[in-house]
């Protein structure tokens, strides 16, 4: 019983911390999926990829992969604590469109 009640706040600690570093993100979860804003006007000059990964570099996060999908830029990462996510962001002003963990 210890064991499990021990294993349990492990777990919902380590759910705790990742919160905060994604929670805006989350707030727009409920959209319809495969909506997301990331289109560009001619001319506009995308971000580099290196940009992204350095902001999530800052955040405590080891980047796994980034690529574009559908306009954004979305990137893989693990957190110190060994929790995944994914995030996706606008290619021109480098704003968070959406984040989740991943499984």
Do not use: W
């Not at 909506?35 to 990829?49: H, K, N, Q, S, W």
């Not at 574009?68 to 604590?81: E, K, Q, T």
């Not at 996510?85 to 959406?98: D, F, K, N, S």
């Amino acid at each position: 019983m210890r064991t499990f009640l021990l294993t349990s706040a492990i777990a919902l600690g380590a759910v705790a911390a990742a919160v905060p570093a994604i929670a805006p993100a989350m707030a727009g979860e409920g959209r319809t999926a495969g909506v997301y804003d990331c289109r560009t006007a001619p001319g506009e000059v995308r971000l580099p990829a290196e940009a992204i990964r350095k902001t999530l570099e800052n955040l405590g996060y080891r980047v796994d992969r980034i690529r574009m999908d559908d306009g954004c830029y979305d990137a893989r990462a693990v957190n110190d604590s060994g929790i995944p996510i994914e995030a996706r962001y606008h290619p021109v002003t480098g704003e968070l469109v959406r984040a989740r963990l991943r499984p």
